[in-house]
Antibody, heavy 123, light 107 residues
């Protein structure tokens, strides 16, 4: 059974940093593209970025809205996906999800999502 | 970026009715489009991919259609568990983008 479990959320002051983790199980982690997606309360999801699979060199691509502040990485020995968030702003307040791409050929669609973790940026 | 314009923003319908939700892309996305269902407090769930392919385990009362820039999600014979929010998503090119959502409520 595929499982994705996020952790690391919480309250952070503006300008601060936070690292989210997503523990993956039930599938061959290195075969899949993995993304982070966030959703402000009551709003639509926003794709933040992707880290590609082993076949594509684990390269990353980001939404311009967070490029330079957010970094996606993965530990392929422990099957963990990370999101490092720096210089956080109030507008970054949202539920953050990790998600697996449906195919092994591109980010495309997301067939499994974690339960989400809340990040609140406030003083 | 490819903009996804979804309509209506909200929809009220009765059990057993058929409803349609529309999604307009700002450019041709060559059927690389997905639909998700989200219930309160839960993560989105994939319903449809490649504009018209039903994801595993999704009931056949859900169907997707469209091409080019115009796509739609149709739900036949509404069931109680279908009252939720629905989002379309561009899967063609980064940044991957979502529509603003449609909240389907019971009349």
């Amino acid at each position: 059974e595929v499982k994705l479990l996020e952790s690391g959320g919480g309250l952070v002051q503006p300008g601060g940093s936070l690292r989210l983790s997503c523990a993956a199980s039930g599938f061959t982690f290195t075969d899949f593209y993995m993304s982070w997606i966030r959703q402000p309360p009551g709003k639509a999801p926003e794709w933040l970025g992707v880290i590609r699979n082993k076949a594509n060199g684990y390269t990353t691509e980001y939404n311009p809205s967070v490029k330079g502040r957010f970094t996606i990485s993965r530990d392929n020995t422990q099957n963990i996906l990370y999101l490092q968030m720096n210089t956080l702003r109030a507008k970054d307040t949202a539920i953050y999800y990790c998600a697996r791409s449906k195919t092994t050929e591109g980010p495309g669609y997301f067939d499994y999502w974690g339960q989400g973790v809340m990040v609140t940026v406030s003083s | 970026d490819i903009q996804m314009t979804q309509s209506p923003a909200s929809l009220s319908a009765s059990l057993g009715e058929t409803v349609t939700i529309e999604c307009l892309a700002s450019e041709d996305i060559y059927d690389i489009l997905a639909w998700y269902q989200q219930k309160p407090g839960k993560s989105p769930q994939l319903l449809i991919y490649d504009a018209s392919s039903l994801h595993t385990g999704v009931p056949s009362r859900f169907s997707g259609s469209g091409s080019g820039t115009q796509y739609s999600l149709k739900i036949n014979s509404l069931q109680p568990e279908d009252f939720a929010s629905y989002y379309c998503q561009n899967g063609l090119s980064a940044p991957l983008t979502f529509g603003s959502g449609t909240k389907l409520e019971i009349k």
